[in-house]
């Protein structure tokens, strides 16, 4: 929440609803739910607002909520304050609707941004890192051990599926789907922050296990990974029980 002016405790104790259960719906509340800029050109005479009191004593006597649509969704509101009851007239509020609009837009172009970023960058199934990063992060964290030689080491394992098209074509897109994101959740709940785990092909991921000390170290998380890839996925009735392989590389400096 930014917020600039006087009252500023006031505003930053308010907490915007949408519900139309609230007793009282607030300004905010109501553009938000309604997609529409609200006006409450006096506070004390029209209870819009579900602590007029509160408002009252900060000096407020009129408001108005301007929610911002992105692609028909009200992702947040711009709430103005005034001291002067009526202050927010006709064209006042075309100059606010145009401010509420451009800031939409604005928005809506970071967002549209950041699917672009994402979809370039990682795996719309499974959310984990594509090839296209999984790669960059590789060359990365190798350039970067060259740079402070240690007795820590990288290590690059790569997983499969086995005979992934047999569960395909005999299960589904489906459960072959349901099973390859159940695989990227068990990976990713037994790596560290600092590991990199992508999907680098239709059924096989990368790993890259950083601050290895030894290759004991190596075998005890691979053996941790691959038991828990070794359990039974879907339901208990008819369990699935793919085989896996994996080959894995060290890097030292």
Known sequence: MARAGGG?????????SAGETEPVESVTGRAVRTRQPVVSNDIAADGMLISPGTALAQGFRAMVGLPLVVDEE???????????????????????????????????????????????YYDAL????NRK???????????????????????VVIVDVRAFHVINDNLGRH????????????????????????RIGGDQFGLILTDVTSESHIGA???????????????????????????VTVFRA
Do not use: C, W
Request: net charge negative.
């Open 8 to 16: 500023q405790a006031y505003v930053q104790a308010l907490r915007v």
């Open 74 to 120: 009200a992702v947040g509101v711009i709430a103005l304050y005034a001291a002067e009851a009526g202050f927010f007239n006709e064209e006042e509020m075309h100059l606010l609707e145009e401010l509420a609009g451009d800031v939409s837009f604005g928005l809506g172009y970071i967002e549209r941004e950041n699917k672009v970023h994402h979809l370039a």
């Open 126 to 129: 499974t959310g984990l890192p």
């Open 133 to 155: 990063l999984y790669q960059e992060r590789l060359v990365a964290l190798t350039a970067g051990q060259r740079e402070r030689p240690d007795s820590r080491m990288i290590a």
């Open 175 to 198: 459960s072959a789907d349901a099973l390859l994101k159940e695989v990227a959740q068990r990976l990713r709940k037994n790596l560290r922050s600092s590991d990199t785990l992508g």
């Open 221 to 247: 998380l691979l053996e941790k990974l691959f038991g828990s890839l070794a359990e039974p996925y879907g339901d208990e009735d008819n369990p699935i029980r793919p085989a896996f392989k994996g080959g």
